[in-house]
């Protein structure tokens, strides 16, 4: 098979790609290998386990390690991830891909996603919403108590709902609301809208009293990225199965753990290609700046990879006010990433472009030709732990990451 | 018979401008129509880069 040939297969893959969401349920119970004493986390590994974390990991960590039990203070939790003790691997080597600092423990509850053309499965954890919370490295009590809530009160309310209701397509909500003013990375408004209309009557109907079904929905409506995680997942489904896709050239996976920015390519199978993540040109909440920003952290990336977030920032010009620029600065964002793909998605559709679909596809050698690289919208976490969120905005990948991706290509396929 | 360069030379110039912008911002000056195109070395001209490029080519 040439390249050529290789990569127009990849290309077919990734459009026939069905994600759908099937059902909830622990981490434990549904992630292969994930034994006790594992943690997960976004990005490639860190070699070096708990000395390479940044600030926001390593406070994920701490809450994690607070949440299962395995210790009751922020001195003990430093004192065990240090020690040796704890296996420390990415999402994406258990099949999950987790927002930020990425971070899934046993006990927690994740979605599970099926790609119900190749039959591959994938999970995400629920999204705890947005301010102080476990994913941008916050572990305070009051952290603790919400991700308890998530486990005790939501997972088996929503776990239940969808036993009840059966399946949903996950393709058709983000087609969806793509049309509606979302990118699906920083902007998930009409993706949360589109599914909460989907779960509601269903939620209530399980609900063992009206207040927990309501308080249910309100936390949904209340947190606009709710659909992140899901959509993540979805990515992450529709591009697993071009892994291993001998002389394929396209980007498989895209994932950052705040320390190194990674990629993976298909015809390479499952070695990352690394270089130091970049920090984020973006909007702060008041009272923070560039200073205080932990360089590029998180699996969230899995949606540019798919060719949506800031491959489809063309169909959210409401995106700029949450990471900055102009509207037809996000217009220009999609339209010069065709330049970098092989092809486009036949169901991801921008109507300002006249509904010409999505970029999708990334050749590295398109990459490393054109010096272009993927534009990225992202959440910026604070370099200390326990802080959180402070800002959003654009980002782009090293470029070594593709140059080396390049070398082991012809190492491989053209020696 | 008219050569195509004295047609050329008789007609408004029309430019394309590959390079440096400067090029193009003298004939703008004169108000002639430019077309600035976009371009670099591919790989930003780093041979071992092009090499590698030319052995992945389709």
Redesign the interface.
Known sequence: M???EANEKALGIINRARPTLIGLDRAGEVLEGLTPKTILHAGPPFPRGWVDMSGPVRGAVIGALLYEGWVSSQEEGEELAASGSINFAPCHHYGAAGPMAGIISPSMPVWIVENKNEGNRTFSTINEGLGRVLRFGAYQEEVIRHLRWIEEGLFPLLQETLEKMGEIDLKEITAQALQMGDECHNRNRAATSLLIRKLAPHIMRVSPGREEGARVLEFMDSNDHFYLNLSMAACKATLDPILGLKEC?LVATMARNGTDFGIRVAGLGHRWFTAPAEIIDGLFFPGYSQDDANPDLGDSVISETAGIGGFAMAASPAIVQFVGGSAGEATHYTESMYEITVGESDSYLIPILDFRGTPTGIDV?RV??T?LLPVINTGIAHKKAGIGQIGAGLVRPPLDCF?QA??A??EK??P | MEKPVQRLLQEDLRVINLGLEVFAHSLQEKEVEVVPVNW?P???GDQE?QE??R????
Do not use: F, K, N
């Not at chain 2, 052995?55 to 389709?58: I, T, V």
């Open positions: 040439s390249i050529r050239t050698r490393v030709e010096g140059q390049l070398r290509l012809v396929y053209r | 670099s591919p790989a930003g880069m590698l490029l052995r992945l080519e389709d």
